[in-house]
């Protein structure tokens, strides 16, 4: 059963740093593309970053190219978003998703849904 | 950047009726489409990739259509289940950028 769990969700200040986990189990890790979806309360679903199967790709979104940092460690099962400068409008649920099978396009670029969900970790920025 | 679309915003419909959600791509995404359901409180689930392609487990009643920048999701007969907010997303580019959501209750 694939299981996926994020922790390090926190209250931080504006300006401030946060790294969120995400542990992967009851699938290869190594071959599934790896993504963070974030939801601000009572809004909808905003795609934050997603990382290829090696790690060796990464997407940002123009909202937190420059802040955030998507990585993952395949010998730890886990996916990492490394959060900096932080602001208030980053306060929201921080899901991570697992990808479907890749799609790839030309120029290398590739693309899956994402079929496996986390129950999210909240990240509050407030003074 | 292409945008996504979503119409209508919200709706009612009662129990048995057929339910069509739109979604439009600002640009052309191919079938590169997927759905998603979230009720309330709840986590995000798949229900349709490549834009008609029904993920595992999920009913019947529900179908996907469309390519390019036009899809439709459609419940074929509206079960008390089904209220939950429906997202399309794109997923060709790099750019994995979803619609803003239709809001789907019982009348």
């Known amino acids: 059963e694939v299981q996926l769990l994020e922790s390090g969700g926190d209250l931080v200040q504006p300006g401030g740093s946060l790294r969120l986990s995400c542990a992967a189990s009851?699938?290869?890790?190594?071959?599934?593309?790896m993504s963070w979806v974030r939801q601000a309360p009572g809004k909808g679903l905003e795609w934050v970053s997603s990382?290829?199967?090696?790690?060796?790709?990464?997407y940002y979104a123009d909202s937190v190219k420059g802040r955030f940092t998507i990585s993952r460690d395949s010998s730890k099962n886990t996916l990492y978003l490394q959060m900096n400068s932080l602001r208030a409008e980053d306060t929201a649920l921080y899901y991570c998703a697992k990808g479907a099978r890749i799609t790839m396009f030309r120029g290398g670029v590739w693309g899956s849904s994402f079929d496996y969900w986390g129950p999210g970790t909240l990240v509050t920025v407030s003074s | 950047d292409i945008q996504m679309t979503q119409s209508p915003s919200s709706l009612s419909a009662s129990v048995g009726d057929r339910v069509t959600i739109t979604c439009r791509a600002s640009?052309?995404?191919?079938?590169?489409l997927a759905w998603y359901q979230q009720k309330p409180g709840k986590v995000p689930k798949l229900l349709i990739y490549s834009a008609s392609t029904l993920q595992s487990g999920v009913p019947s009643r529900f179908s996907g259509s469309g390519s390019g920048t036009d899809f439709t999701l459609t419940i074929s007969s509206l079960q008390p289940e089904d209220v939950a907010t429906y997202y399309c997303?794109?997923?060709?580019?790099?750019?994995?950028?979803f619609g803003p959501g239709t809001k789907v209750d019982i009348k």
């Open positions: 009851g699938f290869t890790f190594s071959t599934y593309a």
């Open positions: 640009q052309g995404v191919g079938n590169y």
């Open positions: 997303q794109k997923y060709n580019s790099g750019l994995f950028t």
């Open positions: 990382v290829s199967d090696s790690g060796s790709s990464t």
